[in-house]
């Protein structure tokens, strides 16, 4: 800008007054003016677009200077030469600014958390998958607008969970990410998800398998194990019941009355890791011992409710700390019910898996 478009100064600014007027406007050339009224200082821009005259407000002083105020005209006027009009570009990032913030990694992470996931597994399953992502993936993703997320910056957190040994956290963390991404994707608030590029880069995870008796005299023994145990009625019965029902430790814990129909014989959970709803045949003798642990446990809502409160479910390690105790640590886990099923209907019984 010429030395005529740029007529104030700092001193004529800072002493300017509405001289008794409602307020005052002050040429600052190149359509720049300064807004003078009784207890304000604003910049405005005046400009023509398309025919018609516009004003963008460029800041207030003497929070934004006078060369800070030229500078915001140049690059305006540099727009307009462009054939942008300032008022609508400033609009529109702004619109995005906010769409941004609204969308970083944790808002959307928690948003299907909430609407998607909390639905599809059951409670232990999804207050674990929360917890990961609190851990490992919000403190370095969580802030970040979504769709400026690239694959590297995935990776690094992924990484330092690596470097301490725990290869499968790591992998899970990952799926959790991907899922975020692909439900993003789902709701036209990303193009694609960028787990995808860091396929096979993580160090593979070390499969460990549960503790578990397979052969028919092992099964034999820990049957009569389970039968001598002497803790709670609730923790015994749910002992007694994992070598019939050959579930998952959280799915069994978590049984509630109102999902067992007894004149059917099933039990129906309200849903499974993958989603859809499980219905648990039950032999006679899993109705017998649901009969007796209902006469102690009928009046709650759990079948097998927590020691310490009724209100929550047992502890998931509940059922781990009696195997020990009837010395089957390393032998048999709570986990092993299910391998020891597979086991002997698939490769003794001929069941397909």
């Known amino acids: 800008m010429s030395r005529a478009a740029n007529k104030l100064t700092n001193t004529a600014i800072k002493n300017a007054t509405t001289e008794g007027k409602a307020q005052r406007k002050l040429a600052g050339g190149g359509g720049l003016t300064l807004v003078v009224k009784p207890e304000s200082k604003v910049w405005w821009l005046r400009y023509r677009y398309d025919g018609k005259e516009r004003t963008l407000t460029l800041g207030a002083y003497p929070q934004t200077s006078l060369k800070e105020a030229r500078a915001k005209r140049d ?176 799915e069994l814990r978590t049984m509630k009355w109102e999902q067992i129909d007894w004149d059917d014989a099933t039990w129906t959970t309200e849903r499974t890791k993958n989603g859809e709803p499980l219905v648990v045949p039950l032999a006679r003798q899993s109705i017998e011992l649901l009969s007796q642990i209902q006469e102690v446990n009928g009046k709650w809502e759990w079948v097998f409710p927590g020691g310490h409160s009724k209100t929550k479910p047992m502890s998931n390690n509940a059922i781990r700390t009696a195997l020990t105790r009837l010395e089957l640590h390393g032998i048999m886990s709570a986990h092993g019910f299910r391998a020891m099923a597979r086991t002997v209907l698939t490769e003794r019984l001929g069941f397909r898996a």
């Open 75 to 250: 690059e305006a006027k540099q727009l307009l030469a462009e054939g942008i009009d300032p008022v609508t570009h400033r609009a529109t990032h702004k619109t995005k600014r906010v769409e941004a913030t609204a969308n970083t990694f944790k808002a959307v992470a928690t948003e299907w958390l909430k609407e998607v996931h909390q639905k599809a597994v059951v409670e232990e399953h999804y207050n674990r998958n929360v917890r990961r992502l609190e851990q490992h993936a919000f403190p370095k993703l969580g802030r970040r607008p979504i769709s400026e997320i690239e694959p590297s910056d995935i990776l690094e957190p992924l990484r330092d969970i690596a470097k301490t040994g725990r290869r499968e956290t790591a992998k899970r963390v990952k799926t959790l990410i991907g899922q975020v991404f692909r439900y993003t994707v789902s709701t036209g608030r990303a193009q694609r998800d960028m787990t995808a590029d860091i396929r096979g880069i993580l160090p593979a995870s070390e499969t460990k398998h549960h503790a578990a008796v397979v052969k028919p005299d092992e099964i034999a023994d820990l049957l009569k194990r389970i039968d001598t145990y002497w803790g709670t009625p609730t923790v015994c019965m749910a002992l007694e019941l994992s070598p019939l029902l050959f579930l998952r430790p959280g």
